[in-house]
């Protein structure tokens, strides 16, 4: 039921006992099939790069930065603009391996409002499509969560269209389009926006949770359920 205020103004559901989350500590994730580790250019960048290097021109297209000339250049990248509080990077790093194969991020921190991003995703070959990628994502968001933030966004440009994908697979909810809303490498960008909020997290929670378990997933580590099913039938139950 819509509330109104003293001059039949309506107006938003309170928020007793709100208190701003704070920031997302710059501590380790743990996982069954990778770990979220603080960026640290000395012991992730070799492998970070051999993982990344051998990737076509066009993985990079999406991303404001890359690709890079050499393993100079992007050992630079990590440590002249990765090592900040906002965005706060992670090295996604394999478990059986322990090599970094891939990268993600917190950004646009902003805990009084409760709103926090996940960005700057940059998954190898070994990574991508693999429970790992989706056991990051589930780890980054229910750390989130459990900080107190209320909101957890998704934003990329509307005209990648595999981000866009993923953002629906992973159970965020499309907002709209943000039109010419910035420029990078030299063109406009009208940014799509996607959400999940502190209410759908429950059941999005346990959607994650079934679809990791290690009897979903058949000896070639083939799905035998599909997130996507799981994510949508949980969006319904909100």
């Known amino acids: 039921m819509v509330r109104h205020n003293e001059w039949g103004q309506a107006i938003g559901p309170e928020l007793p006992g709100f208190t701003a989350p ?17 960026l640290d250019p000395e012991q992730h960048a070799p492998s970070l790069w051999r993982a990344l290097e051998g990737l076509p021109p066009s993985h990079w297209t999406y991303l404001p930065y890359g690709p890079f000339a050499d393993f100079a250049a992007f050992r ?10 906002d965005p706060l990077f992670f090295a996604v790093v394999d478990r059986p391996t322990r090599d970094a194969v891939g990268l993600a991020s917190y950004l646009r921190i902003q805990p009084a409002s409760a709103c926090i991003e996940v960005g700057h995703l940059n998954f190898s070959m070994r990574l991508a499509r693999r429970p790992g990628a989706t056991e990051a994502m589930a780890a980054m968001m229910r750390q989130a969560f459990a900080l107190g933030y209320r909101r957890y966004e998704w934003k ?54 079934a679809w990791l378990r290690p009897d979903n997933f058949d000896a070639e580590c083939r799905q035998l ?3 996507s099913e799981l994510t949508g039938s949980a969006a319904k139950t909100v």
């Open 225 to 227: 359920s599909r997130l």
């Open 76 to 85: 630079g990248w990590l440590s002249r603009d990765c090592l900040a509080n």
């Open 156 to 209: 990329c440009d509307a005209l990648n269209t595999p981000s866009r994908a993923a953002a629906l697979r992973l159970g965020f909810q499309f907002e709209g389009v943000f039109r010419q809303a910035t420029i990078y490498k030299s063109r406009s960008r009208d940014t799509a926006w996607y959400s999940v909020i502190d209410r759908d997290w429950p059941a999005l929670d346990r959607a994650f949770r």
């Open 22 to 38: 704070s920031s997302p500590p710059r501590l380790p994730i743990h996982g069954a099939h990778v770990d979220l580790e603080p």
